[in-house]
């Protein structure tokens, strides 16, 4: 079984408000996933988007002011939830929500980060031959994410998340 999260950026004019439409326009967004993403308009992560969740919050102390914008790139925003909750809701942010998690990313550490997460994160790729397997897939998600992000601040974007499973 597969399961991904799937992000696209919009401008909030043609952002869908209700769970209908978002699953068409979504849907419609996740067949064109690799012209998109090579248009620098969407993003996606299999399976570990929960793994990377833990990057940005494990060991954050949930009194602390920047928590909320640790908890924004995977499952943070607003969220849109089917109105028979058989399906994971759809989540936006706005383009200022956009601009924080861009800010945030932007000057996080990831080595700090690391840190902190990465002995428990590494714990599936115990046994690979490369040591730095799992640092190295983590780092890249950071990327794609720091540049998704960035793209979608700059023009001023709302960004939709869909889970699909």
Sequence with gaps: MSFHMHLRA???REAPE???SLLDFMGAAWEDHQQEYAAGIADSIEKDFGHVHELYT????QGDA???ANTLPIF???HIHSPTKDRPP???LNPAEVRGVAEFLRTVSFDERWQVAGTELSKPYIGWEDKNAARNIFLGYHNDLRTFYGRAALAGHTVIKAFWY
């Design 90 to 92: 759809f989540v936006i």
């Design 10 to 12: 919009t401008t909030s």
């Design 66 to 68: 920047t928590i909320a």
């Design 58 to 61: 494990m060991g954050a102390d």
């Design 18 to 20: 209700d769970f209908s």
């Design 76 to 78: 943070g925003g607003r």
